[in-house]
């Protein structure tokens, strides 16, 4: 432990295994927690051999590993995460200028393998930069897993490869892989590509750089799988500077000014070799935008358009592309059993594919004034009978049914002025207990932002976001929902200041009888609530799976 070593709170939150709400009530509610040493930064630093001293004394434990120490020092002596995450990655290249760093990792290796080390300070730079994984890389590995080819020393590349996710995440993926090219504009994104790769496949042919991947002269070299998850909506990006002439990244057509995906998607598919497949992720607006319409067309004129993934963990489509081929139908398709689809049509290029998941679509289809490629164009729940229908019908009913039987029965009543006591004086008194985030047992649920601000339950399914009340036997859980309720201020509008503002709503003192009489009444009320919120997303599926079934004539109309 050294006097160097310095952390966040969302540090802490990660050692302690707690929510960052938990770590901030901490700070506020203990007037022991240690002061930081820095508040220069957005994020205020403190001693990590402060916080571990005050943890012990409160009986918390933190999971600190000799890889958090090493990291928490690099970030106290290195002007940026960024910056001591390329001081790793030279130590680890033997940088003659990182001795002390090469000793200090080579000693964490001997328990962690090196490439499982050097993801964990790729993890840890990214959190204090306030960036995570970029989204739809799982998804786009998955649908490469299903279509790459099956060979030996496979060559892989991705032209956008950023600080490599993509890439390493295809490793595991695929096996046979033996060669891998990645490129980017950002020097320091490739270093860190490459060491990632390096550590990754080792012995394998490796090689990350920069470049401009859509400007440069395409390489010489063609690849097996190409794989890429390019940047989106970018306007500058050199559509003036394009290379001319026979270039085989404009077979298809010159992309238009605002399809800067288009050129991605070219660019990869000059890249394959013969039996290539490219992946590429894609807006879903590309789908059908008339500005691209004439290139949609030319790929599936010319078979180099193979399928569309409309993947809900790509956050976007999925293109499949290959070299161009006699083929008269696109597989489109949500991903579900996008595997067995695939193997479906490569087997046999004319089979037919219908499921709920997966179509295949002839081109002459696709062939009208929009080429809309979109996958949920000609996809519906195509396994939608007349069973399922009955049986949503029937639990639909079920839960009208409740809905009904939970409303209570009102009377008019008296307004009446009884003694109040504030929820902060009702917790020092130890007849309830506020905290934030989940709890044991069954109690009231607050919610600071939020259409449904009460609810009552069990406690473990609050979120961390949220606050949790526990009632002792003097305060009834569902007349302190119904309070709270009807009197917790403005709690629609800002979660800021929500735990003053639940402390400071007064509870009316009446006797506990009455308490559970009332609190029933609003128990049922909230019972009512959440059947009719059932019984609507039951509604609207009914509604979808109807549609489905009346459009595919899977489902009938008993005239």
């Known amino acids: 432990?050294?006097?160097?070593?310095?952390?966040?709170?969302?540090?802490?939150?990660?050692?302690?295994?707690?929510?960052?709400?938990?770590?901030?009530?901490?700070?506020?509610?203990?007037?022991?927690?240690?002061?930081?040493?820095?508040?220069?930064?957005?994020?205020?630093?403190?001693?990590?051999?402060?916080?571990?001293?005050?943890?012990?004394?409160?009986?918390?434990r933190l999971h600190v590993t000799g890889a958090d120490r090493l990291w928490f020092a690099l970030q106290h002596t290195h002007p940026s995460a960024d910056h001591a995450l390329q001081a790793?990655?030279?130590?680890?290249?033997?940088?003659?200028?990182?001795r002390a760093l090469a000793r200090r990792l080579a000693e964490l290796t001997r328990a962690t393998a090196a490439a499982e080390l050097f993801e964990f300070f790729v993890e840890r730079a990214?959190?204090?930069?306030?960036?995570?994984?970029?989204?739809?890389?799982?998804?786009?590995?998955?649908?490469?897993?299903?279509?790459?080819?099956?060979?030996?020393?496979?060559?892989?590349?991705?032209?956008?490869?950023?600080?490599?996710?993509?890439?390493?995440?295809?490793?595991r993926a695929v096996p046979g892989v033996g060669t891998v090219r990645g490129?980017?504009?950002?020097?320091?994104?490739?270093?860190?590509?490459?060491?990632?790769?390096?550590?990754?496949?080792?012995?394998?042919?490796?090689?990350a750089g920069v470049g401009d991947s859509l400007l440069d002269p395409l390489p010489r070299r063609r690849f097996d799988l190409?794989?890429?998850?390019?940047?989106?909506?970018?306007?500058?990006?050199?559509?003036?500077?394009?290379?001319?002439?026979?270039?085989p990244r404009l077979s298809y057509g010159t992309p238009p000014r605002t399809e800067p995906e288009l050129a991605w998607a070219l660019h990869c598919l000059a890249l394959l070799g013969e039996g290539g497949v490219a992946v590429v992720r894609m807006p879903a607006q590309v789908a059908h935008r008339r500005s691209g319409r004439r290139i949609r067309s030319e790929l599936l004129r010319w078979g180099a358009l193979r399928a569309v993934v409309d993947h809900p963990g790509a956050k976007a489509h999925v293109w499949v592309l290959a070299p161009r081929a006699e083929t008269a139908q696109l597989l489109v398709s949500t991903g579900g059993d996008?595997?067995?689809?695939?193997?479906?049509?490569?087997?046999?290029?004319?089979?037919?594919?219908?499921?709920?998941?997966?179509?295949?679509?002839?081109?002459?289809?696709l062939w009208d004034e929009d080429v809309d490629i979109s996958p949920a164009v000609y996809l519906a729940a195509g396994d939608t009978d007349a069973g399922q229908l009955a049986q949503r019908a029937e639990r639909l009913g079920e839960l009208l049914a409740t809905a009904a039987d939970s409303m209570p029965r009102f009377e008019s009543g008296t307004a009446e002025s009884t003694p109040e006591a504030g929820l902060a004086d009702l917790?020092?008194?130890?007849?309830?207990?506020?905290?934030?985030?989940?709890?044991?047992?069954?109690?009231?649920?607050?919610?600071?932002?939020?259409?449904?601000?009460?609810?009552?339950?069990?406690?473990?399914?609050?979120?961390?976001?949220?606050?949790?009340?526990?009632?002792?036997?003097?305060v009834d859980p569902g007349w302190l929902a119904a309070v709270l309720a009807a009197r917790l201020p403005d709690a629609r509008r800002t979660a800021t200041g929500a735990k003053r503002r639940l402390l400071s709503v007064k509870v009316p003192r009446i006797a506990l009888d009455e308490q559970r009489r009332r609190?029933?009444?609003?128990?049922?009320?909230?019972?009512?609530?959440?059947?009719?919120?059932?019984a609507g997303a039951e509604a609207a599926a009914l509604a979808d799976d109807t549609a489905a079934g009346l459009v595919n004539g899977t489902v009938t109309v008993d005239h």
């Open 1 to 60: 432990m050294t006097d160097d070593e310095t952390i966040t709170l969302t540090d802490l939150a990660r050692l302690a295994r707690v929510g960052r709400n938990a770590v901030s009530n901490w700070r506020r509610r203990e007037a022991d927690f240690p002061s930081p040493v820095d508040e220069s930064a957005r994020r205020p630093r403190f001693a990590l051999a402060d916080v571990e001293r005050w943890a012990a004394e409160h009986g918390r």
């Open 88 to 98: 790793v990655a030279a130590a680890l290249d033997g940088d003659g200028e990182h």
């Open 126 to 171: 990214r959190e204090a930069a306030g960036r995570g994984t970029p989204p739809g890389i799982g998804a786009i590995v998955d649908v490469a897993a299903a279509v790459a080819p099956a060979k030996e020393d496979l060559a892989v590349c991705d032209p956008a490869c950023d600080e490599g996710d993509l890439l390493t995440g295809l490793l």
């Open 183 to 207: 490129t980017d504009l950002s020097a320091a994104q490739a270093a860190v590509c490459d060491r990632r790769l390096r550590l990754a496949l080792p012995g394998g042919d490796v090689r």
């Open 226 to 247: 190409v794989v890429c998850d390019p940047p989106f909506n970018v306007k500058d990006w050199g559509h003036d500077r394009l290379p001319a002439g026979d270039d």
């Open 338 to 365: 996008f595997d067995t689809a695939w193997r479906t049509v490569t087997k046999d290029r004319g089979a037919a594919v219908a499921t709920a998941h997966s179509a295949t679509v002839p081109l002459m289809q």
């Open 427 to 474: 917790e020092r008194d130890g007849h309830l207990t506020v905290r934030s985030g989940p709890a044991e047992g069954t109690g009231v649920i607050v919610d600071p932002v939020g259409p449904r601000t009460v609810r009552l339950g069990p406690l473990t399914a609050a979120s961390e976001a949220q606050w949790t009340i526990t009632c002792g036997e003097a």
């Open 519 to 534: 609190g029933a009444a609003f128990a049922r009320v909230l019972a009512l609530r959440d059947a009719l919120a059932g």
